[in-house]
């Protein structure tokens, strides 16, 4: 068995403040025994106006949230993924949302792009185009090992994207984290559906660490969530601020992939018929 904790936070404009904060709550799961703790998406930075984040974020070797994840994996013999960081591209002009995993000696061991940006058009405040600000990440599909386990990483709006999380389970991934900054539009009807579902078609764990609370006037949904890969969900949170922890079994990975063969099973359909 091995210990996961996700850390769901309320992510504002101060990094200092945020800093803080992500300390005291990794440091928290690390003394319930967390051995391997994921924060959410952004969790160095979230402001109202995305276009601001160019300018305001850092290159990735200056960012201070990044720094503080090293040193507290490697003092608290963890391992950490650190959800997303926002970190300024090398031009200047957008930034990356990128996720590490981070060892207990404190090395980076992998870092992943978010794929898919959130451009949508859900009416009046819920239209977002992402992509003005961060830039798709180029590295494809990241798995890597982490204490037992392989994780396969993604990041928030990935998250409807099945053929991602399809291929990511069949590289070998057993635990997809799926940090996030949902939004409280598409929350209620889609977060815990979605992540269920894609637990239970790959047979994996689900470790999905969410923003939560308002700041400038713009909600997150929060509800972080643990699933198991029959899709039973083991840890829940609310709308604060917190820490919540599962026992993850690489076994029951493999007895549901067993009992539910659904990876194996899969087959190339080609060419759609239209039948007319």
Avoid at 30 to 44: D, F, I, K, M, T
Avoid at 59 to 72: N, R
Avoid at 83 to 107: F, M, Q
Avoid at 171 to 195: N, Y
Wanted: charged share 20%; net charge negative; with cysteine.
């Amino acid at each position: 068995m091995t210990v996961f904790a996700a850390l769901q936070l309320c992510t504002a404009d101060d990094v200092a403040q945020n800093n803080a904060m992500i300390e005291a709550l990794v440091r928290d799961a690390a003394r319930q025994g967390a051995q391997v703790v994921s924060l959410p998406e952004a969790a160095n930075i979230l402001l109202k106006d995305q276009m601001a984040y160019p300018h305001l974020c850092l290159p990735e070797a200056e960012d201070t949230t990044l720094a503080l994840c090293i040193a507290l994996a490697a003092e608290l013999g963890i391992w950490l993924h650190t959800g997303s960081l926002l970190v300024r591209t090398k031009d200047g002009a957008r930034v990356w949302n990128r996720a590490h995993v981070i060892s207990p000696e404190g090395r980076v061991i992998a870092c992943y792009d978010k794929l898919h940006t959130f451009d949508v058009a859900l009416g009046g405040a819920g239209d977002f185009i992402e992509s003005r600000a961060v830039s798709p990440g180029e590295r494809g599909a990241v798995i890597c090992d982490a204490a037992g386990h392989t994780l396969g990483l993604s990041i928030c709006y990935d998250l409807r994207f099945a053929y991602l999380f399809h291929a990511l389970a069949t590289a070998g991934a057993d635990v997809l984290m799926i940090p996030a900054s949902f939004s409280p539009i598409t929350g209620p009807l889609h977060w815990e559906v979605l992540l269920k579902a894609r637990a239970i078609e790959t047979g994996s764990y689900v470790v999905a660490a969410a923003q939560c609370g308002t700041r400038d006037g713009v909600a997150t949904y929060g509800q972080s969530r643990i699933i198991s890969p029959m899709g039973e969900v083991l840890a829940t949170a609310e709308d604060d601020p917190c820490v919540i922890l599962a026992d993850i079994d690489v076994q029951t990975v493999a007895n549901t992939r067993c009992r539910l063969p659904v990876l194996s099973q899969t087959r190339q359909i080609g060419q759609v018929t239209h039948a007319r």
